[in-house]
Antibody, heavy 121, light 109 residues
Framework: EVQLVESGGGLVQPGRSLRLSCAAS????????MHWVRQAPGKGLEWVSG????????GYADSVKGRFTISRDNAKNSLYLQMNSLRAEDTALYYC??????????????WGQGTMVTVSS | EIVLTQSPGTLSLSPGERATLSCRAS???????LAWYQQKPGQAPRLLIY???SRATGIPDRFSGSGSGTDFTLTISRLEPEDFAVYYC??????????FGQGTRLEIK
């Protein structure tokens, strides 16, 4: 079964850091680009970051550029998001999503169930 | 950054009716890199359409996508009770800046 399982979310104070993980199974992980997408409570979808199959191409939304870092470990079938200098507006459900292609040029055909990040003092 | 504007914000229809959802881009979406997703409460989004008009695996043929350039449409030919949800368009042509529309809520009339 094709599956993405996110972990690492929680309650964190403004200015602190958090690292999210996404464990992939049921497909050849290193054949595909991967993404993080977030959804604030009651709001729409916002693309956060994406990484190509070999980490050669990486992109970030302007809202997180310079604060968040995406990475992947193909040997462990895992995707990560290091989030630093967290702000209240980063509060959201964070989804891991699989790209249909190997570069950042495909729609997202598999999604995890998400991990909640709450930034509050 | 390409801004996607979806209309209407909310669409009220009855089962069996036809639904037409619009997505307009602030600039041309290259190679029709436009997708549509369905999201139900408490669930992750599900890919319906990619490449503007190709149905994703397992998506019923009552869902169809069309358009090019800056104007795109998702049509649901005959609404089933399970189709009432929020729908998002997404452009992925201006890599690496990927954007979503704000969503259209399809509700039962």
């Amino acid at each position: 079964e094709v599956q993405l399982v996110e972990s690492g979310g929680g309650l964190v104070q403004p200015g602190r850091s958090l690292r999210l993980s996404c464990a992939a199974s049921g497909f050849t992980f290193d054949d595909y680009a991967m993404h993080w997408v977030r959804q604030a409570p009651g709001k729409g979808l916002e693309w956060v970051s994406g990484i190509s199959w070999n980490s050669g191409s990486i992109g970030y939304a302007d809202s997180v550029k310079g604060r968040f870092t995406i990475s992947r470990d193909n040997a462990k079938n895992s995707l990560y998001l290091q989030m630093n200098s967290l702000r209240a507006e980063d509060t959201a459900l964070y989804y891991c999503a699989k790209d249909r292609g190997w570069e950042l040029r495909g729609a997202f055909d598999i999604w995890g169930q998400g991990t909640m990040v709450t930034v509050s003092s | 950054e390409i801004v996607l504007t979806q209309s209407p914000g909310t669409l009220s229809l009855s089962p069996g009716e036809r639904a037409t959802l619009s997505c307009r881009a602030s600039q041309s979406v290259s190679s029709s890199y436009l997708a549509w997703y369905q999201q139900k409460p408490g669930q992750a989004p599900r890919l319906l359409i990619y490449g503007a008009s190709s149905r994703a695996t397992g998506i019923p043929d009552r869902f169809s996508g069309s358009g090019s350039g800056t104007d795109f449409t998702l049509t649901i030919s005959r609404l089933e009770p399970e189709d009432f949800a929020v729908y998002y368009c997404q452009q992925y042509g201006s890599s690496p800046a990927i954007t979503f529309g704000q969503g259209t809520r399809l509700e039962i009339k």
